[in-house]
C-alpha cells in the first residue's frame, strides 16, 4: 500500500545533483506551457533542449520561444533521435500521465509533471515504479504551494500569532465570464475526465485545494463529502455544490465548499477561480482572499489578533508567479538534491487518497472514509 507511510524517503537523493544546464524537455505544449514556461524563461539553470506535441501548430507556436530547441511530434521520437535529455516538464492532459510518466522515467528523464498525478492508485503505483527502477526522480508540481500569500498564510500559522490553530476553511467559486480563453482542446480530455468520474471542479482544480491541506496541516485520517452534479451540457457535469469535511491527525479539521456562478464576471489574468483560505486560531484568523483570479480586492493576506487586522499589500499575488517559482525551484533542487520536492510522487499520492476518499464517502452518503485505507 503506498501513503503516508512512504513520505520520509522522499528527498532521498541517489543521483548526482548537476553540475551543469541542466538538458530539459517540455512534452505537451498546450494551455498551461504559457505559465509553466516562466520557470525556464532566463534561468542559468536549464537549457530547453526540444519541444514534444503532436500539434504542428502547437510545435511551431512554442518554437518563437526556443529557436535552437528541436521538435518533435512524440517523446519516442525525442528519445530515438538521441539528442541528451535530462528532464522532462509534462503538461499532458491527465489520462495519459500514468503511461507518459512512466515511458519518460524508463528513457532515463526526470519528470516534472503537472497535476493531478493520475487517476487511480495503481497509476501511481506504476509511475511510483518506474522512478524507482530507473533511479529517477518523479516530482508532482503544485504552483500553489509556491503562491506567496498562502506561503506567508503557513508561516503565519505556524509562528503562534493566532495562538493554536482550532479549524479553517477553503472557498472556491468557478465563474461563467472572464479570464484568458481555454482553448476546446484542452476542454475535451476534461470532459473524458468526468465521465471516469473524475471532474474539473473536485478532482482537477480540486487538487490543488486538497495539496495545500496536507501542506499546511499533515495527514488527514478522514474524510466526509457531499459531491452535487451541474450537468451544464451533454456529457458535461461539474461536481458542484460540493462540499468536503475532514480531519487531519491533528485533529484540526478543514472544510472546503465549491460553487459554480455561472453568470458572475471575475476578473482574472488566468482561469476564473474565485478562491480562499481562511485559518481560525485560538485568538485571531488568517485570511488569502483570492489567488488564481482578482476577486476581493482587499489585501491578498490579512491577519487578525488581538484586536488589530494587519493587511500584506506588497506580496507577489499574481498567481502566474508561482509557476514561475515552482518551475525555478525544480531545476535549482536538480543542482543540489537538498530540501523536499514540493510536491514528491509519494506525496502527490496522498493527495489522490484524499480525491478517492471524497468520492466514496459521497458515494456512501457521507460516511467517514479514512484515505489510508483505501486500496
Ligand atoms: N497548475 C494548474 O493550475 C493547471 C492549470 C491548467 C492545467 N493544468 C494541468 O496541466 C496539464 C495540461 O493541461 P492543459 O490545460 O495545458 O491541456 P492542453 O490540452 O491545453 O494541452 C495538452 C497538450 O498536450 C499535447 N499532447 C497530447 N498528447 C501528447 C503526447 N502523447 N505527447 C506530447 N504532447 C501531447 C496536446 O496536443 C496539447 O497541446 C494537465 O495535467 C492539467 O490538469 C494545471
Redesign the pocket.
Known amino acids: 500500500m503506498i501513503g503516508y507511510a512512504d513520505i520520509g524517503d522522499y528527498s532521498a537523493v541517489t543521483f548526482v545533483p548537476y553540475d551543469r544546464p541542466v538538458r530539459a524537455a517540455f512534452?505537451?505544449?498546450?494551455?498551461?506551457?504559457d505559465?509553466n514556461v516562466r520557470g525556464y524563461i532566463d534561468n542559468p539553470d536549464v537549457e530547453v533542449v526540444a519541444l514534444?506535441?503532436?500539434?504542428e501548430e502547437?510545435r511551431a507556436q512554442r518554437q518563437a520561444d526556443w529557436p535552437d530547441a528541436a521538435t518533435f511530434?512524440?517523446?519516442a521520437e525525442l528519445a530515438a533521435s538521441g539528442l541528451e535529455v535530462d528532464t522532462a516538464e509534462v503538461?499532458?492532459?491527465?489520462v495519459?500521465?500514468a503511461d507518459?510518466v512512466s515511458e519518460l522515467l524508463d528513457f532515463g528523464w526526470h519528470v516534472n509533471?503537472?497535476?493531478?498525478m493520475c487517476n487511480s492508485l495503481p497509476e501511481a503505483q506504476r509511475m511510483l515504479d518506474a522512478a524507482k527502477a530507473n533511479d529517477r526522480i518523479l516530482r508532482v508540481?503544485?504552483?500553489?504551494l509556491f503562491y506567496e500569500p498562502l506561503h506567508r498564510l503557513k508561516a503565519v500559522a505556524e509562528s503562534g500569532d493566532l495562538g493554536g490553530v482550532v479549524g479553517y476553511h477553503m472557498k472556491m467559486v468557478g465563474t461563467g465570464n472572464g479570464g484568458w480563453d481555454?482553448?476546446w482542446?484542452?476542454f475535451?480530455?476534461q470532459i473524458d475526465q468526468m465521465k471516469r468520474g473524475r471532474g474539473i471542479m473536485v478532482f482537477?482544480?480540486g487538487?490543488?485545494k486538497l495539496t495545500t491541506a496536507i501542506w499546511l496541516f499533515g495527514p488527514i485520517r478522514e474524510v466526509r463529502a457531499w459531491i452535487g452534479n451541474l450537468a451544464v451540457g451533454p456529457g458535461i457535469d461539474l461536481e458542484t455544490p460540493a462540499t468536503l469535511i475532514w480531519e487531519h491527525s491533528s485533529g484540526i479539521r478543514g472544510v472546503w465548499d465549491v460553487t459554480i456562478a455561472m453568470d458572475m464576471y471575475l476578473r482574472s489574468d488566468y482561469?476564473t477561480n474565485d478562491e480562499r483560505w481562511e485559518i481560525t486560531g485560538s485568538k485571531g484568523f488568517a485570511r488569502v482572499n483570492r489567488c488564481?483570479g482578482r476577486g476581493i480586492q482587499q489585501p491578498s493576506l490579512e491577519v487578525y489578533a488581538d484586536g488589530e487586522m494587519r493587511g500584506y499589500h506588497a506580496l507577489d499575488d499574481d498567481w502566474g508567479s508561482s509557476?514561475r517559482d515552482s518551475g525555478r525551484y525544480w531545476l535549482r533542487w536538480l543542482h543540489t538534491g537538498e530540501g523536499p520536492l514540493l510536491w514528491s510522487g509519494e506525496e502527490a499520492v496522498d493527495v489522490l487518497r484524499f480525491a478517492l476518499a471524497a468520492y466514496e464517502s459521497s458515494a456512501k452518503g457521507g460516511i467517514g472514509v479514512d484515505p489510508a485505507l483505501l486500496t
Not at 503538461?91 to 491527465?94: E, F, I, N, S, Y
Open positions: 512534452v505537451g505544449l498546450g494551455r498551461i506551457y505559465l514534444v506535441d503532436p500539434s502547437r511530434a512524440s517523446a503538461l499532458l492532459p491527465v495519459l500521465h507518459g509533471l503537472q497535476k493531478p508540481m503544485d504552483n500553489y481555454v482553448p482542446s484542452s475535451e480530455w482537477d482544480d487538487w490543488h482561469y488564481t509557476f
